[in-house]
């Protein structure tokens, strides 16, 4: 696994350059908050990534999760929180592939029962799901990330049926789902850094 600290680094980093985009997206069928959430979420992990770095890594998910909870706010804080908490509670001290896999399934149940949502309702669990399936399958982390793209780009002519989002209905459609995006570049910034090194 690589190094915790670049890992903070690299999703907060992406989170960043993101934030204008994701506000944009998010003002088209959301309340508009959610780059800044987001950023906000992830520069408060950055502040202690000493702390997080230094705990075995189930408990430095756990403590990730906790603090997007606490800072993120909107709805995007429960369930960017509860992914980070639910793989660090399934996530082996020293994981392989397929105990990244199972503990992502796990998270993945997590997240849909927090957002009483599932697949094919324009959240961000299409790209989760994909993106498990790419990870149980073998797939390297560049199609991991590939995936994870494609996936959100497919929420665009979804129609909300979950979220701020939903109350749109019709008018959803068109427009790609924040939080599926912001997911999509969260999984390609560990990809990239799990894979270079």
């Not at 989170?15 to 088209?28: G, K, R, S, V, Y």
């Not at 790609?176 to 997911?183: K, L, Q, V, W």
């Amino acid at each position: 696994m690589a190094d915790f600290s670049r890992l903070i680094a690299a999703t907060a980093d992406t989170i960043a350059a993101h934030a204008e985009e994701l506000t944009a997206l998010d003002q088209a069928i959301g309340d508009g908050d959610h780059g800044l959430n987001m950023k906000r979420g992830f520069e408060a992990v950055r502040a202690e990534t000493e702390g997080f770095a230094a705990k075995p890594l189930p408990e430095a998910l756990k403590a990730v999760g906790a603090k997007l909870v606490m800072t993120v706010g909107g709805a995007s804080g429960p369930l960017f929180g509860t992914l980070f908490l639910a793989l660090g509670k399934e996530m082996p001290v020293e994981p392989d592939r397929a105990g990244l896999a199972t503990a992502l399934g796990k998270a993945i149940e997590a997240v849909a029962a927090r957002g009483k949502s599932q697949v094919g309702q324009k959240t961000m669990l299409d790209v989760l799901q994909p993106v498990y399936e790419a990870l149980a399958q073998g797939k390297t982390a560049e199609e991991i990330a590939d995936a994870a793209d494609k996936a959100a780009d497919a929420t665009v002519p979804m129609k909300a049926l979950r979220g701020r989002a939903s109350f749109l209905g019709e008018r959803s459609v068109g427009h790609m789902d924040a939080g599926a995006r912001s997911t999509a570049l969260l999984v390609r910034a560990v990809a990239e850094t799990v894979e270079g090194h």
